[in-house]
């Protein structure tokens, strides 16, 4: 049964229901190739849940390997999101890798020349519907620290800047309150 066949008729936004279309559309593409592994797996591109993605700007759709007949859990394999016009698909050994990261020695059942498959002809397709796709092969390690923030050059912060506005301004109040009453002497 698809994905689109299980979908209750919802009254969505536009992009909503652009989303849902592209993700149904998908799915009756992908739903003949499995990817082989412990369990095969189906490409899904998940729908938005609501019945709005806040005029695209939460349109960001999770692709993932959801395993047939409900065994085993999804894998998070990329995304789309069609307001930025980009997709992302994750190599097999990033994969591989997030797993050893989160399973330790715990063997990967996923087979690699049947995903290295998937991921070709979905790299096709995000290509076809004009979404360059940005691939991600390798997983930053948890314990390695986040890059440094980058450095000021000097200035001074949006606050600040509004402090001493106010600053200014209240001296040119005192110097304009001051004139006038030297003036009236």
């Known amino acids: 049964m698809s994905e689109q066949s299980k979908r209750p008729h919802v009254k969505r936004t536009a992009f909503a229901q652009q989303a849902v279309d592209f993700s149904d559309y998908f799915g009756m593409l992908f739903e003949k190739s499995p990817v082989k592994g412990d369990v095969p797996r189906h490409?899904?591109?998940?729908a938005p849940e609501g019945i709005s993605t806040g005029g695209g700007?939460?349109?960001r759709q999770a692709l993932v390997l959801k395993a047939e007949n409900e065994v085993g859990t999804g894998l998070t394999v990329g995304w789309v999101d069609r307001?930025?016009?980009?997709?992302?698909?994750?190599?097999?050994?990033?994969?591989?890798?997030?797993?050893?990261q989160r399973?330790?020695?715990?063997?990967?059942?996923l087979d690699k020349d049947?995903?290295?498959?998937?991921?070709?002809?979905?790299q096709e397709f995000f290509t076809k519907e004009k979404l360059p796709v940005k691939v991600e092969s390798?997983?930053?390690?948890?314990?390695?620290?986040?890059?440094a923030p980058a450095a000021k050059t000097g200035g001074t912060s949006s606050r600040g800047q509004?402090?001493?506005?106010l600053v200014l301004v209240f001296l040119l109040a005192v110097a304009t309150t001051a004139a006038v009453i030297l003036a009236m002497d």
């Not at 490409?43 to 998940?46: D, E, I, N, Q, R």
């Not at 509004?162 to 506005?165: A, D, K």
């Open 43 to 46: 490409a899904t591109l998940v």
């Open 57 to 59: 700007k939460q349109g």
């Open 83 to 100: 307001n930025q016009r980009m997709a992302a698909l994750r190599t097999y050994e990033y994969l591989v890798e997030q797993h050893q």
């Open 103 to 109: 399973f330790g020695k715990k063997p990967f059942e």
């Open 114 to 122: 049947s995903y290295d498959a998937f991921f070709k002809k979905a």
């Open 138 to 147: 390798t997983v930053r390690i948890a314990s390695q620290p986040p890059a």
């Open 162 to 165: 509004f402090v001493l506005v």
